[in-house]
């Protein structure tokens, strides 16, 4: 079946450093979501990427959406300590059912 | 104001009894999910619901029923057949291509 991998698992950076999640698809895909969730809390919706070789910007993350449409990546410049917690992509297949990759949890230290 | 509610936020069953988990939402969304979330995993999608008294299996349904009789409602059995039912359960509704999550509820199972 779909497989949606996400790398690294861990990524620990000091503050002002900047932090790259890449994810790949077993599939092409008709889209690819990223989510943020916090320590303890629940996902929260960052973005959505449709087209291929899409680049999104929101102020210090920038979001990519490969040529094949089957890989991604999230890249946030100068991480700062409101960054942390667990990147997930999501990816999409047109029928509103998602896979969810394994999540690059991010710490931050001061 | 708006959202999605579950409820409680933590459950303790003991094992071989039955348990549902409530996932409630005032967002008028048509579409609802549940996922599961295991430490350090992705999340994996249980059941899903495009419509009221519509429902679909996801990739781990084995174990688990759901019923959609009102669009605000989406309850999730975790029955005595889930070989392995602790874990962190997610209810989501579905806005466009953008879910909203609950806050989810953790169950442990003794």
């Known amino acids: 079946g779909q497989q949606v991998m996400q790398i690294p698992q861990y990524q620990h950076v000091q503050e002002g450093e900047d932090f790259t999640t890449y994810c790949n698809s077993s599939?092409?895909?008709?889209?690819i979501q990223w989510y943020k969730q916090r320590p303890g809390g629940h996902p929260v919706f960052l973005i959505q990427l449709v087209k291929s070789g899409e680049v999104k910007k929101q102020k210090r993350l920038t979001f990519q959406f490969g040529e094949a449409k089957k890989n991604s990546s999230l890249h946030i410049t100068a991480t700062q300590t409101t960054d942390v917690g667990t990147y997930f992509c999501?990816?999409?297949?047109?029928?509103?059912?998602?896979?969810f990759g394994t999540g690059t949890r991010l710490k931050v230290l001061a | 104001d708006g959202g999605i509610t579950q409820s409680p936020k933590y459950l303790f069953r003991k094992e071989g009894q039955n348990v549902t988990l409530s996932c409630e939402q005032n967002?008028?969304?048509?579409?609802m999910y549940w996922y599961r979330q295991d430490p350090g995993q992705g999340l994996r999608l249980i059941y899903y619901?495009?419509?009221?008294?519509?429902?679909q299996k996801g990739d781990i349904a084995e174990g688990y029923s759901v019923s959609r009789e009102k669009k605000e409602s989406f309850p999730l059995t975790v029955t005595s057949a889930q070989k392995n039912p602790t874990a962190f359960y997610l209810c989501?509704?579905?806005?466009?291509?953008?879910?909203?999550f609950g806050p989810g509820t953790r169950l442990t199972v003794l």
């Open positions: 999501a990816g999409g297949s047109g029928t509103y059912k998602y896979i």
């Open positions: 619901s495009q419509i009221v008294n519509d429902f």
């Open positions: 599939t092409t895909l008709s889209n």
């Open positions: 967002l008028n969304h048509d579409a």
């Open positions: 989501a509704s579905r806005r466009g291509n953008e879910q909203f």
